[in-house]
T-cell receptor, first 110, second 121 residues
Framework: QSVLTQAPSVSAAPGQKVTISCSGS????????VSWYLHLPGTAPKLLIY???KRPSGIPDRFSGSKSGTSATLGITGLQTGDEADYYC???????????FGGGTKLTVL | QVQLQESGPGLVKPSQTLSLTCTVS??????????WSWIRQHPGKGLEWLGY???????YYTPSLKSRVTISVDTSKKQFSLRLSSVTAADTAVYYC??????WGKGFDPWGQGTLVTVSS
């Protein structure tokens, strides 16, 4: 059972927009920055968003991040079949004194 | 740019010690804004952070595994290593090394490809 809660799966059509949510508590998301990762099984996970809403260089602006209270959201616009992957959120948990991750959301682009 | 590559045995017997090494290339391991980390993913499960080491040797381990985890660094070889003692089948996972930025919010970037370690007799 992951500390951060993510929906197991989400789907949308090519070209559409999708949002992936990550729910936590005041000990983690509520008081710490959130990062998001894209993971294709068998490959290295990739950082998409850091500090809640910043994109590393090379990450297209189709990817966006936001945070409100104890939840964070990853948005992806202009969906492409290449976006099919597992997406994870992560943050620091001040109670557990550890980095925690969500269980991951599998994105299917229909 | 920095690249990471894990190496080590893919099969470990129960009760023995799992040992993995991560080699850093394309950038310095002695970087003031880098915390070299280990993360694992159990089959079909989410990610679990194990801990980090700074180039000076300072470490921090996740409390739930602190008694079994040791992370060390060899700056001359640009490598850092993970040792996990007294392993059981529950330690079967893909193990990743990754660089954590200057603060928790900076996230892990980059990651290695990961290496599957199976605990079995």
């Amino acid at each position: 059972q992951s500390v951060l809660t993510q929906a197991p799966s989400v789907s949308a059509a090519p070209g559409q927009k999708v949002t992936i949510s990550c729910s936590g508590s005041s000990s983690n998301i509520g008081n710490n920055y959130v990062s998001w990762y894209l993971h294709l099984p068998g490959t290295a996970p990739k950082l998409l968003i850091y500090d809640n809403n910043k994109r590393p260089s090379g990450i297209p602006d189709r990817f966006s991040g936001s945070k409100s209270g104890t939840s964070a959201t990853l948005g992806i616009t202009g969906l492409q079949t290449g976006d099919e992957a597992d997406y994870y959120c992560g943050t620091w948990d001040s109670s557990l004194i550890a980095v925690v991750f969500g269980g991951g959301t599998k994105l299917t682009v229909l | 740019q920095v690249q990471l590559q894990e190496s080590g045995p893919g099969l470990v017997k129960p009760s023995q010690t799992l040992s993995l090494t991560c080699t850093v290339s394309g950038g310095p391991i002695s970087s003031g804004d880098s915390f070299w980390s280990w993360i694992r993913q159990h089959p079909g499960k989410g990610l679990e952070w194990l801990g980090y080491i700074y180039y000076s040797g300072n470490t921090y381990y996740t409390p739930s595994l602190k008694s079994r985890v040791t992370i060390s660094v060899d700056t001359s070889k640009k490598q850092f290593s993970l040792r996990l003692s007294s392993v059981t089948a529950a330690d079967t996972a893909v193990y990743y090394c990754a660089r954590l930025g200057s603060s928790w919010g900076k996230g892990f970037d980059p990651w290695g490809q990961g290496t599957l370690v199976t605990v079995s007799s």
